[in-house]
């Protein structure tokens, strides 16, 4: 079934090539399919559109469609093109001429982004609450190693005292700019574009405002034009924060991954935690790790990949927006299983103790010596000047005693503020 049928058969190569695989992605969307043909058919019968026994045909009939997607009994059978016509014609075989009604006064067009885009703001919340999750995981570790030292690095070389509490703190507080992108990603998607139809509005005295409300959006895309230009500009926004997520995560992948190194062994994995190797048998690989921060960074190439498919496009609707469906799909997805197999090797993370006891990271502590200097009442550039003299001769020794105060260095984390500021911002709409 099409719902754009009018009577002659589709050649089979172009059949397939146009549906794709939408039969299989089309069932995350049937749900928010049901619960938006549900608020637009209340909405038909308010404005006389539809009588009260077709309606209540109608919800019958889609209460019984919403029961099977829950129970995971629902399917899109290959002579259906998509969730769409499946649930209007499993509503006109429960529901009769009702069920041919359904679709007055909008567009498959308005159909699919509206269960697009609440689709989007569940998934969104999914993930939100995930991070965090993860964020409060990172401050409980930042919290618990917060007098552990270890080097810092610039250049990859050894640069100044660190502390794993600042490490495990700074990915904590990294991760609220992903969640301000994932806050702009969700109000960009709550706002409701049904009744746009193909993005012209129809005749029909329809009460957009309140499929609105039924349907829980913030607002309404007032301009049909507007709502039919959201598509590609949803998922580009929701794909952008999803590459800044993932971004983050890549990042610390490779600390982690460098620092399991054996030249550097700042942390440790139990074993069931890694993987062999065919020929070295004394291998400890970090495979889940290099895989997160494989998956992660090819996430960050989806803002570009959607660009491609909608850039230069002019107004109205085009078939490359299928494309889009895909992408965001498993780029979902995708995010969802790397954050929780981060959290999970997370949970199992042991520090060492002691590594800055190695003779190799004396020179961390150079700084540390000109600012004593200067405290003392050097000038800062004859302070250097003195230290780096040492250096150079051999003649340096490090003082290992470190007192910081400001705010943000290891003596003075400010967790509970940066905890009080990613609630501040997560519960941003």
């Known amino acids: 079934m099409k719902l754009w049928d009018k009577g002659y058969t589709t050649a089979e190569k172009v059949e397939k090539f146009t549906v794709g695989n939408d039969r299989i992605l089309d069932l995350k969307l049937a749900k928010y399919d049901v619960e938006a043909s549900r608020a637009h058919a209340e909405m038909l019968e308010k404005t006389g559109l539809l009588t009260k026994d077709e309606l209540q045909a109608l919800q019958k009939g889609l209460d019984a469609i919403a029961q099977s997607i829950e129970n995971g009994t629902f399917t899109i059978e290959e002579n259906f093109e998509d969730v769409h016509s499946k649930i209007e014609f499993e509503l006109t075989r429960t529901a009769g001429e009702a069920g041919k009604k359904i679709h007055t006064a909008r567009s498959r067009n308005d159909q699919v982004l509206v269960a697009l885009q609440l689709y989007l703001k569940d998934e969104i919340t999914t993930i939100k609450e995930a991070v965090r999750q993860l964020f409060h995981q990172l401050i409980a570790l930042s919290e618990k190693n917060k007098a552990v030292l270890l080097p810092g690095y610039t250049h990859t070389q050894i640069a100044m005292p660190s502390s794993f509490g600042m490490w495990f703190a700074a990915y904590a507080e990294i991760l609220i700019d992903d969640i301000l992108l994932f806050n702009a990603a969700y109000a960009v998607a709550d706002q409701n574009p049904l009744g746009s139809a193909a993005g012209y509005g129809s005749s029909f005295p329809v009460n957009r405002r309140e499929t609105t409300q039924k349907l829980g959006f913030n607002t309404l895309k007032y301009n049909s034009i507007a709502a039919q230009l959201s598509r590609g500009k949803v998922e580009k926004?929701?794909?952008?924060?999803?590459?800044?997520?993932?971004?983050?995560?890549?990042?610390?992948?490779?600390?982690?991954?460098?620092?399991l190194s054996g030249n550097f062994n700042f942390i440790h994995f139990p074993k069931e935690l890694t993987t062999g190797s065919s020929i070295m048998p004394h291998k400890q690989n970090p495979d889940v790790l290099e895989l997160i921060r494989a998956k992660s960074n090819k996430l960050q190439n989806l803002p570009a990949e959607i660009i491609l498919i909608v850039n230069n496009l002019i107004s109205g609707y085009h078939r490359d927006f299928q494309l889009l469906k895909e992408s965001i799909v498993q780029g979902i997805d995708q995010v969802k299983e790397n954050l929780e197999m981060f959290s999970f090797m997370l949970e199992h993370i042991e520090v060492n103790q002691h590594i800055l006891d190695d003779e190799k990271y004396k020179f961390l502590y150079t700084v540390e010596s000109v600012n004593k200097l200067v405290q003392q009442g050097k000038s800062f550039r004859e302070a250097y000047q003195i230290v780096g003299?040492?250096?150079?001769?051999?003649?340096?020794?490090?003082?290992?005693?470190?007192?910081?105060?400001?705010e943000g260095s290891i003596g003075n984390l400010c967790n509970n503020e940066i905890v009080k500021k990613f609630n501040r911002f997560y519960s941003l709409p």
Request: proline fraction near 2%.
């Open 237 to 259: 926004t929701t794909a952008y924060a999803l590459a800044s997520l993932s971004g983050t995560l890549s990042k610390m992948a490779s600390d982690m991954i460098l620092f």
């Open 389 to 406: 003299k040492k250096v150079l001769d051999g003649s340096y020794i490090p003082d290992r005693d470190i007192h910081h105060t400001h």
